[in-house]
C-alpha cells in the first residue's frame, strides 16, 4: 500500500508511507513526512530543550492526524523504559527509539553538506547556493518555479516558496488579459 496525507495539524504538513527494512524489502513499516521552514522552527526548539521530546511530539502528532491509539501504531508500552537516543539533526538525524517506535528527526538545514558557512563561522539558514535569479522572472508567458526558481535552501521549501510566486505572477498575466 502507497498512500499520501497532506494535514494542517502541527508542524509536518504532508506524510507518506515510505517502508523500509533491511535491503528495502519493506518489513518495518515506515511513515515519512515533510516539515518546511517555517513550521520547522519548533520542532527545532523541541529538540534543542530535551531531544527525547521529539518521539512524544510526533508520535502524537500522527495520532491526531490518523486517529488512532499508540498501540495500534505498534507502541509497545511494556518496553517503555527509557528512550535510547543517537545521532544529531544536521549530520545523519536524531534516532529517538522507545517500545517498539523509531523516530528520526533530520534537518537539512543543519545539513553541513546543505548549508554553506558564512565568514562569521555560523550557519546561513536563509541562503545556499542554489537559486538562480535569472530563474524568477518570467519570459512572456513562461513562469519558473521550483528549488532552483527560488533564492534560499534549495530543498522542497524553496519549491514551495517559488510555486507560491508563480501561481501570483500568472494570476496577475492572466488578470492582464495577456
Known amino acids: 500500500m502507497s498512500a499520501i496525507s497532506i494535514d494542517q495539524l502541527g508542524e509536518v504538513q504532508s506524510w507518506w508511507e515510505a517502508c523500509s527494512g533491511k535491503d528495502g524489502d519493506g518489513t518495518r513499516p515506515t511513515l515519512a513526512g515533510f516539515v518546511n521552514g517555517n513550521r520547522s522552527s519548533s520542532l527545532k526548539k523541541i529538540v534543542e530543550s530535551n531531544p527525547d521530546d521529539i518521539f512524544e ?3 502524537n502528532t500522527i495520532t491526531k492526524v490518523y486517529g488512532v ?3 495500534t501504531l505498534g507502541y509497545d508500552k511494556k518496553k517503555c523504559s527509557d528512550a535510547k537516543t543517537s545521532g544529531s539533526p544536521g549530520e545523519d538525524g536524531l534516532i529517538v527509539s522507545k517500545g517498539g517506535i523509531t523516530v528520526t528527526y ?3 538545514k543543519e545539513d553541513p ?4 558557512q558564512n565568514k562569521g563561522g555560523t550557519t546561513s539558514y536563509s541562503t545556499t547556493e542554489y537559486g538562480d535569479p535569472w530563474l524568477q522572472h518570467s519570459v512572456g508567458p513562461l513562469f519558473f518555479a521550483g528549488c532552483e526558481a527560488a533564492y534560499g535552501s534549495g530543498h522542497m521549501d524553496s519549491a514551495v516558496v517559488a510555486g507560491q510566486r ?3 505572477e500568472v494570476e496577475a498575466h492572466l488578470s492582464r488579459g495577456i
Open 166 to 168: 508563480v501561481s501570483e
Open 57 to 59: 511530539h510526533i508520535l
Open 113 to 116: 553538506c546543505t548549508n554553506r
Open 69 to 71: 491509539d499508540v498501540e
Open 106 to 108: 533530520k534537518s537539512w
